[in-house]
């Protein structure tokens, strides 16, 4: 596995993967890997000859009183669970190297990158889309893939890559869940003993909401009660318990039958601010 460090050399890489005509399959991180990124770093294996995955933990995705300085770095076991798998470039840029001086170009995406996360992480899409499409420009993968996971930032890096012409397919992978429900996240290391144990109860509830309303419930009732159950196990508070269209994130209050719906949810543990969805 070869480590970048500069955009020139990660062109160099790429013209001579283009040269040898070999597809190439990006999967773009922020360290701190576990095993839904690994099975991110499989998917493009399997789609491209090459793959290339970046490390960057992106300062402009956070927000003033964030977990910026906190948040996990793991760069020497990323390194070598990344070697493992026979990933071919590793793509660590440095700040500086992101984000050159006097660098004010910031993408935006309105529509599906307002509401849910955005309202209490005002920062965090704008910073998404600029990074990815910076990310995206500088390594012209032919495939892109990001986790299911984070569903609002799936569709905002879809609308960004459409609007602004990228070649690029973006795919998604299917979030990954320990053995009681809890979705992966390198933010799961923020959880207490206790926490943890609190925590697979946002995947119950979303399930269970799921179940409910395929009876034919009312779905204000069903979100509110979701809500309360999960204050009831120990969430301090829910920053959105919704039912909406899939590819929208438009807000339902009926059960949608002709178009796919979603549940997302995003609710704290202590430091932990956890996000989960899943199919309706
Ligand atoms: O999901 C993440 O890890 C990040 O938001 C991403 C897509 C790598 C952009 O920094």
Redesign the pocket.
């Known amino acids: 596995m070869r480590t970048v460090r500069t955009v020139k050399d990660l062109r160099r890489l790429r013209q001579h993967y283009t040269e040898g005509r070999e597809t190439v399959a990006l999967v773009?991180?922020?360290g701190a890997l576990h095993e839904g990124h690994l099975s991110l770093v499989r998917q493009a294996k399997y789609r491209c000859q090459r793959v290339i995955v970046s490390l960057?933990v992106?300062p402009k995705?956070f927000s003033a009183g964030e977990d910026l300085d906190s948040y996990p770095r793991t760069y020497e076991r990323d390194a070598q669970l990344l070697s493992e798998l026979d990933v071919d470039v590793l793509y660590m840029p440095t700040r500086d190297e992101m984000y050159q001086a006097g660098a004010s170009t910031t993408v935006n995406v309105v529509g599906v990158g307002e509401g849910l996360c955005q309202a209490t992480r005002p920062d965090f899409f704008s910073g998404?889309a600029t990074?990815?499409a910076k990310l995206l420009l500088q390594c012209l993968p032919d495939v892109a893939i990001?986790?299911e996971k984070?569903y609002q930032?799936l569709l905002v890096i879809k609308r960004m890559a459409q609007d602004l012409d990228i070649p690029v397919t973006i795919e998604s992978g299917s979030t990954v869940r320990e053995n009681d429900g809890l979705a992966l996240s390198s933010r799961n290391a923020y959880l207490s003993e206790d926490e943890r144990i609190s925590a697979p109860h946002l995947y119950y509830a979303l399930t269970q909401a799921q179940h409910r309303i395929h009876a034919g419930e009312s779905i204000s009732k069903v979100l509110w009660d979701s809500e309360q159950y999960l204050i009831s196990v120990g969430f301090e508070a829910i920053d959105y318990f919704v039912y909406c269209d899939a590819d929208t994130l438009a807000p339902c209050d009926r059960r949608l039958t002709n178009r796919p719906a979603r549940f997302l949810a995003a609710a704290w543990l202590g430091k932990a601010r956890l996000i989960d969805n899943i199919a309706a």
Do not use: E, R
């Open positions: 773009p991180t922020m960057f992106n995705q998404v990074v990815v990001f986790g984070d930032q």
